[in-house]
């Protein structure tokens, strides 16, 4: 059946704005300018910042949650399910855990390249196969078993990848590729503790999508706001760029931004992407499939990539389009998205019945997470 033109647009804005979530991003880890009391300009490198700023964006998710509601209130027939009440509180561990991750991977944004950074978030569904496994009794079919390997195999082939640039890239040393990467891999376990949470406490109540989002945005952006006050504090000797080589200088950051107001757009995009994403990713779920916004998800990846190499931001390597064919395809094995195929082959339908009903709860878990992780997602 075909598209309508609202459908085509909800693809359109999931497909741009996640790919603008995570340009803008490094966009903004590109720029330099000068901070505070006559420093020297420096780059701009405050990952905490730029996490407050896309949680401010996940919060943003609630405003529009009740924009939604009031106005289907508001209509002789109001269709929309608000949901039941529920105790907040019930969020913020996998909200905590979101707020850890995402400051992990914006830190390891620094040290790597973008195509990287949104290729290894694959890794998510390695550990969160394993975590269901072992803490909600699920189990999972061969198909997924055998997308795990595989997507094991891309990650190596991608770190592979990274490995042979770092030494051909000037923008990052060698060191910090291989750091940067290994964080990205350490967040995603975290994301996968994330997802196991909200599966066992909180998906069994009927709370809206864009709701959930938003109040764990909610946690996410006020703890994050208050912990930059210690981090201002903290020394961390060569590990931070900032002059003061501490955690985190929030008014670096914004004394960089007076200094240089690019910055800032680079920042809202980040920030105001991730709020689009989001709806637009639950809209594509209700108003197409699940399986469509996995392709889309991973089409992002293929956009970031193409753009940062027109850009000139990183150079071409052969590596990683074998890693990314070999990450695509571990996805779409644990996800499911080779039945359709197999469905046409009679002998292949029944056995692939066997494994529907564990797969489907798993890829509509992995969907509902709110960024796609591949999915914050941030």
């Given amino acids: 059946m075909a598209w309508t033109k609202y459908q085509l647009f909800l693809a359109g804005l999931m497909l741009t704005t996640g790919s603008i979530n995570t340009l803008s991003a490094k966009w903004a880890d590109m720029f330099s300018a000068k901070g505070c009391h006559g420093d020297p300009e420096h780059t701009f490198t405050h990952p905490f910042v730029q996490a407050v700023g896309m949680f401010l964006g996940e919060f943003s998710c609630l405003a529009v949650f009740y924009i939604l509601l009031f106005h289907d209130r508001r209509s002789p027939e109001p269709r929309m399910n608000p949901g039941q009440k529920f105790n907040p509180l019930l969020f913020f561990p996998p909200a905590m855990c979101d707020m850890t991750a995402t400051s992990i991977m914006y830190v390891a944004l620094n040290m790597t390249s973008a195509s990287s950074f949104q290729m290894l978030r694959g890794a998510v569904i390695i550990f969160t196969g394993l975590l269901s496994v072992a803490f909600l009794g699920r189990r999972l079919a061969p198909s997924q078993w055998i997308g795990i390997f595989i997507t094991i195999l891309g990650l190596v082939v991608v770190g592979l990848a990274d490995f042979v640039s770092g030494h051909k890239d000037d923008s990052h040393k060698l060191s910090d590729v291989i750091t940067g990467d290994l964080l990205i891999i350490m967040a995603q376990i975290i994301v996968s503790v994330q997802m196991v949470l909200e599966e066992k406490f909180v998906y069994k109540h009927d709370v809206h999508p864009l709701r959930a989002v938003g109040t764990e945005g909610l946690f996410g952006f006020v703890v994050l706001s208050l912990l930059l006050i210690p981090m201002y504090f903290i020394h961390t ?142």
């Fill in 237 to 378: 000797g060569n590990f931070s760029d900032n002059p003061r080589q501490v955690l985190e200088d929030a008014l670096d950051a914004f004394c960089q931004i007076g200094h240089k107001p690019l910055i800032l757009l680079a920042l809202l995009g980040n920030t105001v992407s991730i709020a689009f994403f989001n709806f637009a990713g639950i809209s594509v779920t209700k108003e197409i499939s699940a399986t469509t916004r996995m392709v889309l998800d991973s089409l992002r990846t293929l956009v970031i990539w193409v753009v940062s190499l027109a850009l000139g931001w990183e150079q071409f390597h052969g590596l990683q389009v074998l890693g990314f064919l070999v990450l695509l395809t571990g996805t779409a094995l644990y996800n499911g998205l080779h039945r359709p195929v197999l469905a046409r082959i009679p002998w292949c339908a029944a056995r692939m019945n066997l494994e529907e009903d564990s797969s489907d709860a798993e890829r509509e878990r992995l969907l509902n997470n709110g960024r796609v992780q591949a999915s914050e997602d941030t």
